[in-house]
C-alpha cells in the first residue's frame, strides 16, 4: 500500500509527543493537559483507522511499509 503519509512512524511519534505536552503543561495547567492527551488519543486512533481500512488479510507479506532513501 503506498501512502503519502508516514503512517507506522506517525503511529509511534502522536503518542510520545502528546504525553510530552501533557507533561509540559504540569499541575499548573491539568485541562489544557487533558485536551492534549485526548487530541494526541483522537489523532492516534484515527491513523490506526487508516491502518485498518487498508489492511488485507488474506496476504502473508508486509503490507506497511515506509521507505526512507
Do not use: C, K
Not at 510530552?20 to 489523532?43: E, H, K, S, Y
Amino acid at each position: 500500500m503506498a501512502v503519502d503519509l508516514p503512517l507506522l512512524s506517525l503511529l509511534i511519534w502522536v503518542p510520545i509527543l502528546g504525553g510530552a505536552l501533557a507533561l509540559a503543561a504540569g499541575n499548573d495547567r491539568p485541562n489544557q493537559a487533558r485536551w492534549v492527551a485526548l487530541l494526541a488519543a483522537l489523532l492516534t486512533l484515527a491513523l490506526s483507522v487508516e491502518l485498518y481500512i487498508g489492511f488485507d488479510p488474506l496476504p502473508g507479506t508486509m503490507q506497511f511499509l515506509e521507505r526512507h532513501p
